[in-house]
């Protein structure tokens, strides 16, 4: 949420913010209830004011013993003055709060602008595309061939884009998590969370996601409660309404969680496999850090999602996203894209975001950068480090052999009990 002193003193900087976003928010609104509530705070406090004024002449005039009626009379007058006042107060809040809620965080001066994800601009390439003396299988081929997915059977269970591993692919599946918590943990410092995979309405409203995407996520009425779309939204809230200790920051949190995302609306958008799901895996990393430190730490975020690809030498490249392909909440974003040799494109597997203090506002999540001194909001970053369905995908068809194998990268052998390739297993 940007902050209100912020809008009222920059009203055309924040339109221009929400027309390059392409996003909905009425700044002039906002402003005309910021002007009415502010107006109705100074007309209270007069009338207060002049109640209390009128209560000491009532006191005066009973020890003179002469007729204090008409000033008591006029007392509630005006106390009822005040309570109509603070009930349009109560409804104008309201309504202010909901219109703050629905304008966008605004572009970084660094986030290009554009309309769409085709203005979008490559900052770096990493890795050889691999090339094949043979027909590459693409991931569903090789799942079923090697039988290692089985996503027939998940639509039966569940409906379409809920996928079932089995064998060595719900092995290799495992072996990726464990992998990257182990690496984000071991080598970039990070504390590890498991959190739950339903949250509340107030903690998906901290970090963006309510009220405007609310017909994207699964949602359980009877208990009000949302599958949650990434491990961001609980990880965040963890401090939710929380002041941290400047001398925590920065604040390193990464968890492995199932996603999930009804994704209303993209019906038609790459529709087979792993390509587009309605359950996926991913580890994520998010970030508490100082305001004046966060831009370090969003580039240091997105060296710590690439180098797994890295590891892992599976090609990539580096998107900054355009103003019009940034999500409602971030003001700086990087895509992290494998490459799949059957589809022959690039799949989108991480974002790596900086909020600055737009969630952290929407969350009430402070500092105290030193004793004694005033609670400043925090900065909120967060990065995929990585999301395991696209990377499935372009593990699967970037190690496949001419004999319909898959070799196991070596970085994932010992959690795979040394396992190094993934044959056909044949019945007897």
Request: aromatic residues 8%; contains cysteine.
């Amino acid at each position: 949420m940007l902050d209100l002193k912020f809008i009222r003193e920059n009203p055309e900087l924040v339109k221009d913010g929400i027309k390059a976003k392409g996003e909905m928010g009425d700044v002039d609104l906002v402003l005309q209830l910021d002007k009415e509530r502010r107006e109705i705070i100074r007309k209270a406090e007069d009338l207060k004011k002049q109640r209390n004024e009128n209560s000491k002449k009532v006191s005066q005039l009973k020890k003179e013993g002469k007729d204090a009626a008409e000033i008591i009379a006029h007392t509630r007058q005006i106390s009822e003055e005040i309570k109509q006042l603070d009930e349009r107060l109560k409804e104008i809040e309201k309504e202010l709060f909901d219109q703050l809620s629905r304008i966008p965080n605004l572009p970084h001066k660094t986030t290009p602008i554009g309309k769409d994800a085709s203005e979008n601009v490559e900052t770096k390439r990493w890795g050889t595309l691999p090339e094949f003396d043979f027909k590459p299988l693409n991931h569903l081929e090789l799942g079923e061939r090697l039988d290692i997915l089985d996503f027939k059977r998940g639509g039966k269970i569940t409906g379409s884009g809920f996928p079932v591993y089995k064998g060595d692919g719900a092995r290799l599946e495992r072996a990726l998590i464990n992998f990257m918590l182990d690496v984000h943990i071991e080598k970039h410092g990070y504390t590890e969370i498991f959190p739950p995979f339903l949250a509340n309405r107030a903690s998906m409203f901290g970090t963006g996601q309510l009220p405007k995407m609310e017909d994207d996520m699964y949602y359980s009425p009877k208990d009000d409660l949302f599958l949650i779309p990434t491990a961001e939204v609980p990880v965040t809230n963890l401090h939710r309404e929380e002041i941290l200790d400047a001398r925590d920051l920065p604040v390193k949190y990464v968890a492995y969680s199932a996603c999930f995302r009804r994704e209303a609306g993209s019906y038609g958008k790459e529709t087979h496999g792993f390509l587009r799901v309605h359950q996926f895996n991913k580890v994520e990393m998010v970030n508490f850090v100082r305001p004046e430190e966060s831009y370090d730490f969003h580039e240091q975020l997105l060296r710590e999602a690439t180098e797994i690809l890295e590891m892992l030498k599976i090609p990539y490249r580096v998107l900054l996203l355009c103003s019009g392909d940034l999500s409602f909440a971030a003001a700086k974003c990087y895509d992290i894209e494998t490459w799949s040799p059957a589809e022959q494109k690039w799949l989108e597997a991480s974002s790596v975001s900086n909020f600055e203090d737009f969630q952290a506002r929407r969350a009430n999540i402070r500092f105290r950068p030193e004793k004694g001194a005033k609670p400043q909001f925090v900065h909120t970053l967060n990065g995929s480090g990585l999301a395991t369905s696209r990377l499935m995908v372009s593990l699967l068809e970037t190690y496949q052999t001419d004999e319909g194998t898959v070799i196991i990268p070596e970085p994932l052998r010992k959690y795979m009990g040394g396992q190094n390739v993934i044959l056909r297993k044949y019945k007897k």
